[in-house]
T-cell receptor, first 116, second 114 residues
Framework: AQKITQTQPGMFVQEKEAVTLDCTYDTSDPSYGLFWYKQPSSGEMIFLIYQGSYDQQNATEGRYSLNFQKARKSANLVISASQLGDSAMYFC?????????????FGRGTSLIVHP | DGGITQSPKYLFRKEGQNVTLSCEQN?????MYWYRQDPGQGLRLIYYSQIVNDFQKGDIAEGYSVSREKKESFPLTVTSAQKNPTAFYLC?????????????FGDGTRLSIL
């Protein structure tokens, strides 16, 4: 079974509107971390936001917020006021304990296109 | 500025040839990782290292080898045993293998077969 599932291969949004990118995860460990990364067409991976499994509040970083629903095991990324520069691939990732370390696992990604 | 440098940006491999991808970081990070990215597949872990002179296999280590002789360097060799090496390779690091540490990534190397 996949540990990270991103069900939306592609998403389209109008400039200045908000968009939600879905991510569900699977783990039996109570201690884990959830991350979102952005990958523009140039290829580099840019860290956006982090949510810890014990965090009570949803994480926010500027226009990015993470809608963390622990019981549903979902960690959706919300981008408010979309900009043309937000067009990119977005990856959800999880780090959970494995053999004394926290090994990251990535989802397959969602391609976001922002229309003017 | 601190960061991760991957070289070369583009690499071409002939049949039966081993090639080595370079990854250097000046972030003083203990943990380093190699990922392979294919279209529509996300990132898959090849190898990782938590400390100098130690490394572990990831999910798709077959056909690859690594070394970690220095903290700053984690080169990846794609051997002739890797029959489908065409992909985008990303190197990453973080301070230590803790759950709340985001990874820093290099700009990647695109490997193709001639």
């Amino acid at each position: 079974a996949q540990k990270i599932t991103q069900t939306q291969p592609g998403m389209f949004v109008q400039e200045k509107e908000a968009v939600t990118l879905d991510c569900t995860y699977d783990t039996s460990d109570p201690s884990y971390g959830l991350f979102w990364y952005k990958q523009p067409s140039s290829g580099e991976m840019i860290f956006l936001i982090y949510q810890g499994s014990y965090d009570q509040q949803n994480a926010t970083e500027g226009r990015y917020s993470l809608n963390f629903q622990k019981a549903r095991k979902s960690a959706n990324l919300v981008i408010s006021a979309s900009q043309l520069g937000d067009s990119a691939m977005y990856f959800c990732a999880m780090r959970e304990p494995s053999g004394g370390s926290y090994i990251p696992t990535f989802g397959r990604g969602t391609s976001l296109i922002v229309h003017p | 500025d601190g960061g991760i440098t991957q070289s070369p940006k583009y690499l071409f491999r002939k049949e039966g040839q081993n090639v080595t991808l370079s990854c250097e970081q000046n972030l003083n990070h203990d943990a380093m990782y190699w990922y392979r990215q294919d279209p529509g597949q996300g990132l898959r872990l090849i190898y990782y290292s938590q400390i100098v002179n130690d490394f572990q296999k990831g999910d798709i280590a077959e056909g690859y080898s690594v070394s970690r002789e220095k903290k700053e360097s984690f080169p990846l060799t794609v051997t002739s045993a890797q029959k489908n090496p065409t992909a985008f390779y990303l190197c990453a690091s973080n301070r230590e293998a803790l759950s709340n540490q985001p990874q820093h990534f290099g700009d990647g190397t695109r490997l193709s077969i001639l």
